[in-house]
């Protein structure tokens, strides 16, 4: 019978503007459970076709019931339903309904464009995020991007030449509604006469977009995405050879918040971005010196051994004197992609953990809680809730700890009054010489 509980705990779950269309695919996932009773067990086949019968049946009538007010949860326990899951702890209980419709796509019906308003989108570079968008109506939302070259110093070692939108690595953070409508322009200032353009992981459409932006030296193209679901997504460079732009540093985060509510406030939002670097061996000089810049290596990049692995485009982008910050009490939200190109991020801060878990950048579905380490793959994004109950330095890391040495740190410092309830000792803390996770 677990089955059937199964059936009913997916129909709990469903918000009510959704029924309709989730119905035919939990009748197909009835009787794909039914075939596996049947495969697994040849006496159950009754059973089987009981269920694939009855099922439909079953969740009709736990649909009625939801909509009386009441759920019949287990054959010995009823609870009043009031909107989510009744199983869930308040906070995720609070998120789920403010996402309750987050199924409800903005784009089912065509709209007339040329009646939406139009508004200069808020655009940031790394660590900031911009303000969280209040306003109840959609726009067309004006995203003005451009793209250049910049040698930049990489690691403590060397110098690199990144590829970039808007100057930096990553490109701009950029925040919208579902609903928005992303008047997208690209400008090529690059004069080594690369073309470039934007696939965005939050715009439908064949290559997300990359076909209809790309553009060659001097041009600018323009295009118009609409936004039709919730989530954190990761837009970046599509142009041939794609891995290499990748690489090089084009990429950045879009956020795209709910229509009917975003994530609960918090005191400080991030943005954060891991990815990869591979370079060849520095040419050696007449002088015998090797020299302080570095160049792509297509080998090391085909072989997947990264050199150096960052946040935020360089070693020391958030750390020494550009830590992330906060205080004690206060509650920390990163917004955490990976650009890769390779590697898995195992996400983890050290000292935290994170007491809200949006896996995948999945804003509609109930978030984890207390998880201390995530991962992230390349092409992906996740968002993480902390709050800072101790002062002190907290260090982000890719707990493949190795990478460590490739460059992949962060601080977040925390400043405020100490909490010997929590943490104490007569000891005075100290750290290891040299150690750069306990600084
Ligand atoms: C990116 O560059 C465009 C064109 O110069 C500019 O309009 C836009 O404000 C810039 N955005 C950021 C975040 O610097
Ligand atoms: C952040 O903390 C580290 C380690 O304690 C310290 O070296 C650094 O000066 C702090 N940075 C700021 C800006 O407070
Ligand atoms: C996600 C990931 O780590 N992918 C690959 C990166 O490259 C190595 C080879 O160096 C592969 O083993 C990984 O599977």
Redesign the pocket.
């Known amino acids: 019978m677990t089955a059937i509980k199964q059936m009913r705990a997916l129909a709990i779950r469903v918000p009510q503007s959704c029924m309709t269309r989730t119905l035919p695919t939990m009748r197909s996932m009835a009787t794909r459970v039914s075939m596996i009773t049947k495969h697994q067990n040849g006496t159950s086949t009754r059973l089987g076709y009981f269920l694939a019968l009855s099922t439909p049946i079953i969740l009709s009538m736990a649909l009625y019931n939801r909509q009386q007010g009441s759920v019949q949860m287990d054959s010995d326990q009823t609870q009043t339903f009031k909107g989510p899951d009744p199983t869930l702890t308040p906070q995720a209980k609070e998120t789920e309904l403010l996402h309750a419709d987050g199924c409800n796509l903005a784009g089912e019906e065509p709209i007339d464009i040329s009646k939406i308003p139009k508004e200069e989108a808020i655009l940031t570079t790394a660590p900031n995020v911009p303000p969280q968008i209040t306003r109840d109506y959609p726009v067309v939302l004006q995203v003005p991007l451009t793209t250049n070259t910049k040698m930049k110093q990489l690691t403590s070692q060397y110098k690199y030449e990144q590829w970039n939108f808007n100057g930096t690595v990553p490109g701009p953070f950029i925040r919208a509604r579902v609903g928005d409508v992303v008047e997208l322009s690209l400008t090529n200032n690059d004069e080594t006469g690369n073309p470039h353009n934007i696939d965005c992981h939050a715009f439908l459409g064949p290559g997300g977009g990359s076909a209809l932006t790309t553009t060659e030296e001097g041009q600018t193209k323009s295009a118009r995405f609409r936004l039709m679901f919730p989530g954190l997504f990761m837009y970046h460079c599509a142009a041939a050879p794609v891995p290499v732009h990748i690489a090089n540093g084009m990429y950045g985060l879009m956020y795209v918040q709910a229509a009917d509510g975003d994530l609960p406030p918090v005191d400080h939002e991030y943005y954060v971005m891991q990815s990869e670097f591979y370079h060849e061996p520095p040419d050696v000089g007449d002088d015998g010196r090797p020299s302080s810049q570095v160049e792509f290596s297509y080998p090391n990049a085909l072989r997947e051994e990264p050199n150096v692995v960052v946040f935020n485009g360089h070693e020391a982008a958030l750390t ?4 992330l ?1 906060a205080r004690v009490g206060e509650t920390v939200r990163i917004f955490f992609g990976n650009a890769g190109p390779n590697l898995t991020s195992s996400f983890h801060v050290i000292g935290s953990n994170f007491r809200k878990l949006y896996r995948d950048g999945d804003v509609v579905s109930a978030p984890g809680q207390y998880v201390q380490t995530t991962n992230v793959p390349p092409g992906s994004a996740t968002i993480v809730d902390m709050k800072m109950w101790v002062p ?2 907290y260090t982000l890391v890719d707990h493949a700890i190795f990478r460590l040495d490739k460059g992949a740190v962060g ?1 977040l ?1 925390v ?1 405020g009054k100490p909490r010997p309830d929590i943490y104490y000792s007569t000891e005075s803390p100290a750290p290891c010489v040299g150690c750069k996770l306990h ?1």
């Open positions: 020494r004197d550009k830590p910050k002190g330095t601080y410092n400043t600084p």
